[in-house]
Nanobody, 119 residues
Framework: QVQLVESGGGLAQAGGSLRLSCVASGRIFSLNVMGWYRQAPGKQRELVATITNLDTTNYADSVKGRFTISRDKAKNTVYLQMNSLRPEDPAVYYC?????????????WGQGTQVTFSS
């Protein structure tokens, strides 16, 4: 059973920073792309950033220059450093990965971690 578990969400302030982490565990033969998506209330889930196993990155235009995605292949972990947070950034952030667990490549999702602005 493959699991993705996110952590690091919580309260932040506009202009502040947060770092999200996501660990993939279980019967993993190979990991390909890992990434972060987010979904705000009343909106569709959208891509934030992805990183391939060759460390090629891709960012949504709205986060370029503010967010940085990275990964630790040895730990099956992907990170999202979020700086200069804006009012449009609070959302539930989901980790995603394409994983070969022995039979086929499948898409796996974490349960989500909430990023909220403190008043």
């Amino acid at each position: 059973q493959v699991q993705l578990v996110e952590s690091g969400g919580g309260l932040a302030q506009a202009g502040g920073s947060l770092r999200l982490s996501c660990v993939a565990s279980g019967r993993i033969f190979s990991l390909n792309v890992m990434g972060w998506y987010r979904q705000a209330p009343g909106k569709q889930r959208e891509l934030v950033a992805t990183i391939t196993n060759l460390d090629t990155t891709n960012y949504a235009d709205s986060v370029k220059g503010r967010f940085t995605i990275s990964r630790d292949k040895a730990k099956n972990t992907v990170y999202l450093q979020m700086n200069s947070l804006r009012p449009e950034d609070p959302a539930v952030y989901y980790c995603h990965s394409s994983i070969f667990a022995g039979r086929a490549w499948d898409d796996y999702w974490g349960q989500g971690t909430q990023v909220t602005f403190s008043s």
